[in-house]
C-alpha cells in the first residue's frame, strides 16, 4: 500500500480512536470556552459526559481553568501541576495547556505522575531514614572517644565501659552496613529467583539450629513443627533461609525470657506454606501495613535511643523479607495483637509437576 493511500476518514472516528490510546486523559475546549472534545482517559476521570459543558463550570482546578483560559484568548501555552482527587484517590497531574491554531481554543493534556512523585518520596525518606540510622550510632561513639581522649583512660573501669559501649555501636553500625548490601542486593532486580525443589522442613530445621544459642541466650523456646511428610516448595533455599533468620529472629527479640518461638511448616494443596509464631509484645493493628517498608520500626524512639543494644535493630529485616518472598512468587503476612504475640505466614508455590 501506498502512503498517498493512507487517508483518515472526515467524520473524525480516527481522532477519537487514537486520543483514546493514550495514557494521558485530554481535554479540547472551543473558542467559546466550551468542552469539545474528550479521550476515554479523561472521562475516566469525571463521573458524567462533560461534552458541552463551559470549561470554567467543569474544572475545579483554578490553575488549570486559568491556564485554559489564557491558551483560548492570549495564544499562550503553560504547564501545570495540579492535585485532583479521582474517584476518591488523590492524585498529581502534570497538565501542558496549549492554544488551538486559529484561536480555535485550546487543548490540555494531563498525565498523571502520582507514581513518579510518589517515588521520589520514598527515595527523599530512604536517604534521610539512611542518614539517620548512620548518625546516631556515630555521635555516640564520638562521644565515647573524646570522653575517653579527655582523661577517662585513667580510670579501668569507666575505659572498659566506654571501649563496650564503643564496640556495640560499631556493631550496629555494621549490621546496617550488611542490611543495607542485602537489601540492594534483593532490590536491583524485580525477576525471579532461581528456585528449585526442596522440602521446606529442611531449610527450618537448619534455622532452628543456627539461631538454637541465641534463643537460649535470650531464654526463649524455640522449637520446630512440621509435618511428618515433605513439604515440598519450588522456591530458592538460601533466599528461604534468610526469610525464615530475619523472622525468627524479630520472634525472639521481641519475646519475654521464658517465651515460646515456633517455627509451623505445612504443606497444603496449591502452596507451602511456614509460620513464624511467638508469644512475645505484639503488633497493633495499625502498623501491620507498614512494618514491611524500609527503615520502620513500631517503637522507633526506644529502639533508637537504646542504641541498639537489644532489641534496636535498622527497621529493614521485614524489607528485606518481603522483597525476597515476592521475588519467589510467594506471599507474606502478619497476624497480631498488642499483648497477643505475632505469626508472620510465608505462602510459597508448590513444585510445578
Ligand atoms: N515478632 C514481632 N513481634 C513484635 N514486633 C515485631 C515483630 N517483628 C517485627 N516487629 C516490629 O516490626 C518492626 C520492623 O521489623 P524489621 O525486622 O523490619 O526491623 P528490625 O527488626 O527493627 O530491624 P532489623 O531486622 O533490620 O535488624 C520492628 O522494629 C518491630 O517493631
Ligand atoms: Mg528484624
Known sequence: M??????????????????????EAVLVVDADGRIALTNRALDAMTSEDVRGRRAKNVIKNERL??????????????????????????????????????????VAVLRDVTPIKDLERLRRDFVANASHELRTPLTSIRGFAETLVDGAVADPAATHRFLEAILRQTKRLQRL????????RAESTDEPLAANVFDLRTIAAHVATALGPRADELGVKLRVSTPRRAVRTEANASAVEQVLTNLVD?????????????????????????????????????????????????DAGRTRSDGGAAVGGTGLGLAIVKHLVERMRGSVSVESAIGKGATFRVELPRPSR
Open 2 to 23: 501506498s502512503r498517498e493511500s493512507i487517508r483518515p476518514p472526515p467524520d473524525g472516528t480516527w481522532l477519537r480512536a487514537v486520543l483514546d490510546a493514550m495514557v
Open 65 to 106: 481553568r486559568e491556564a485554559m483560559r489564557d491558551a483560548r484568548k492570549k495564544r499562550r501555552a503553560t504547564e501545570v501541576e495540579l492535585e485532583a482527587s479521582v474517584r476518591g484517590r488523590a492524585r498529581i497531574f502534570h497538565a501542558l495547556v496549549s492554544p488551538l491554531p486559529k484561536r480555535a481554543g485550546a
Open 177 to 184: 552496613a550488611e542490611d543495607l548490601a542485602v537489601l540492594a
Open 250 to 298: 524479630n520472634a525472639l527479640k521481641h519475646s519475654k525470657r521464658g517465651g515460646r518461638v515456633v517455627i509451623a511448616v505445612q504443606g497444603a494443596v496449591t502452596l507451602a506454606r511456614v509460620e513464624v509464631r511467638d508469644t512475645g509484645r505484639g503488633i497493633a493493628a495499625q502498623h501491620h501495613a507498614r512494618i514491611f517498608e524500609r527503615f520502620y520500626r513500631v
